[in-house]
């Protein structure tokens, strides 16, 4: 039973160009979400994050959209670029993320091409 | 300097043997957390030990047994190895457990059981 989806298992994106990378969820309890990066052979990288009590939150080329009537987020990267070629995990938890226990959906691996 | 190490990176060992992976933490958190990939790319926790006392324990077999000297350190014990536990294992540490913290990820340790 997946809380967490991430529905595309992987994602190509030209230089320069938005990268939106998207996840589901289905446990009405979750209140608070991650996004993570990672390269291989490397642990994942935290990114950015977002509380249900937002919508939006901006860390410079990288912006997390929450939809929780849909329960739904997304991450935003513009523009994107070949460093950012990795796959991104996003992860869930309840409580507010204080009892650490993070879901993590299967992960998207974005390619960003030159 | 390395905020969340684990030891070794890699290691492949037999059947039925006894093997530990040792983690360590120098960003002062008070919790730290065991997470397993499987071969199908999930990412869940195995357990979570807040100022060396356990917290979180998942569905896990007990021949995996986590032990936390002191609040820096969370090894990982695996008796009676089985083919099945092959897998990467990330170590991982958090701060206080206030809403939102972020949990940050060791580089994996890379299970090979044959």
């Known amino acids: 039973d997946q809380q967490v989806k991430q529905n595309s298992p992987s994602l190509s994106v030209q230089e320069g160009r938005i990268s939106i990378l998207n996840c589901d969820y289905t446990n009405s309890m979750f209140d608070y979400f991650l996004w993570y990066k990672k390269y291989p052979a490397e642990g994942p990288t935290f990114l950015i994050s977002?509380?249900?009590?937002?919508d939006k939150n901006e860390d410079g080329r990288f912006t997390v959209f929450l939809n929780k009537s849909a329960k739904h987020l997304s991450l935003h990267i513009v523009p994107s670029q070949p460093g950012d070629s990795a796959v991104y995990f996003c992860a869930a938890s309840a409580y507010g993320g204080s009892q650490g226990n993070l879901i993590f959906g299967k992960g998207t691996k974005l390619s960003v091409k030159p | 300097d390395t905020a969340v190490s684990q030891t070794p990176k890699y290691l492949v060992t037999q059947m039925g043997n006894d093997k530990s992976i040792k983690c360590e933490q120098n960003l002062g958190h008070d919790t730290m957390y065991w997470y397993k990939q499987d071969s199908k790319k999930f990412l869940k926790i195995m357990f979570s030990?807040?100022?060396?006392?356990?917290?979180i324990n998942e569905t896990v077999p007990n021949r995996f047994s986590p032990k936390s000297p002191d609040k820096a350190h969370l090894n990982l014990h695996i008796n009676s190895l089985e083919l099945g536990d092959s897998a990467v294992y990330f170590c991982a540490s958090s701060g206080d457990r206030a809403a939102g913290n972020t949990i940050y990820f060791g580089e994996g340790s890379w299970l090979t059981v044959v």
């Open positions: 977002i509380s249900s009590i937002k």
């Open positions: 030990y807040n100022n060396k006392e356990l917290i």
